[in-house]
């Protein structure tokens, strides 16, 4: 640890002291760092599925590291991000994140027309299905591209953007080159309307890679376009995309590319809703074919969302239960002829949100009233014709459902019945075909019940209580789970928690995943400590997921920022 702090500091350090003496010529100097360490144990009571204890790392203490300095001066900007990964990264990261080096910086000139950056950059095109750059340190992902971007207003309703670059895989950069250009058109400036935004979206990206496939009968330049409609007027909203990706190698095994199938690739996104106080209702609909997109097509398949260029995040309820996210759904936007049982091309479906308050005052609302919220999603395979002999070939119907994926239908109904309690009740069944979507084989039906209770002592003393149960009738069977959180003020908590499988038809799997720890705040610092189990599986932000191993040891955090 002192030889990447030092490596860090030999770095960083031109810039620091660069950026004080701006300061003194009233420029503005910030910055942050993040670590987050574990030191995994060897778990004897965890197994796998062959009654062997869970495999324990060659090397036991690992860290992720992130200092970043950023340095704005009138109408300029200059940031610098170094990271370290020590003595590796953490379990199931990226194995490009090795070693200390500076991994990303920029230069930004800024005016109310003209926005100019050189170096890494981050940028999203609509909804993020054609193009999405972004950092999430949860997930190992940072896909920055590293060239140029230039963002144009000439007039308020009139925006355009260009972008090129490679991008960030590790602490390199992707073969493959990408192009992009957006412009977005504000219609209700135009037509000058008051209660009504209007705006018109158009995207091309470009992904130009060489390969070394012998007379390929594909383009080296893949080509996307998009275009979007947004509408909003007073409670009402609507938007849609439609996206179009040209012919391409379809990729259905990492790293292998070849001639075997070329086709298009499109997606179709619908929303809309209404809300008003006390009621609110937002229905999304998804299509897509084909849509995976990399800079380098090789790199389809890999589980560490590297080299990925677009943003396909899972439409469904994002559950803050522990016990909801053992079975949590994943985008689908492959191809995979594998064989007459494991066949697809995309996914379709989408999902529903309810929300209703009740009035305070009335029967159902009492005192303080009565939130009501009810989620409904449901996914499908895409219907249609599979060839998956020699040539392989398929043709899907347009609005067609093939097989299910996914379904998800929970209530959650949230009481406050005095100034100091407060309860959440929650209701949720899942269906999980497990054989489609991690392409293995079962599927699984759960029900779920988990109740939660927060008791306020003062406005800065609290406790929660969560208990939770899932039904499920195959798989890993029948889990139970409680968690307890205690803030004793507004720096510091504390928790524990555990989640039993014991339902288990595997006496040795019949695990408890214990944790227990706390966390100091003090300004803009915070430190956390862990002790406990990791239960192996899938870890999701925003609907974007990776997978973890079981683990077991003790886990320590510092975030900061001056």
Known sequence: MKQTLTKLLLILLPITVFSQ??????????????SNSQWYLNDTGLKDEFDNPTAHPEKPIRSNNYLFLNYTYKNWAAGIQGESFQEDALLNMNPKYKGTNVATYFLQ???????VTAGYFYEQFGSGLLYRSWEDRALGINNALRGGRVIFKPTKFLTFKSIYGQQRTGFDVSKGKVYGIDTEIVLSDILKYKT????????????????????????SLTNGFAGRLNFNHEAFYFATEYDYKSNDAVVQVQDQVNNGLIKPGNALLLNLGYSKKGFGVDASFRRLENMSFFSERGAKGNSFNDRIMNFIPSLTKQHHYNLANIYVYQAQPNVILADTEIVKAGEIGGQVDLFYDFKKGTKLGGKYGTKVALNISNWNALSGTFYIGSP????TDFFGFGKRYFT???????????????SIFSYINQYYNKKMIQETSGEVNTNILAAEATYKFTSSRSIRVLGEHMWADSDKKNWAGATVEMNLNSKLSFYVSDLYNYGNDVDYLQNHYYNFGGAFR???TRIALNYGRQRGGLVCVGGVCRFVPESSGVSLSLNTSF
């Open 392 to 395: 392989q070939d398929y043709k």
């Open 408 to 422: 998800d239908y929970n209530v959650e109904v949230t009481k406050k019945w005095n100034s100091k309690w407060q």
């Open 21 to 34: 003496e701006k300061e003194k010529e009233k420029g503005n100097f910030f910055g942050g760092f993040e």
């Open 196 to 219: 009504t935004d209007l705006s018109l979206g158009l995207t091309y990206v470009g992904r130009d890679e060489k390969t070394n496939v012998a007379n390929p009968e594909f383009n």
């Open 109 to 115: 000139f800024k005016t109310e027309k003209i926005d």
């Open 522 to 524: 003090k300004n803009s």
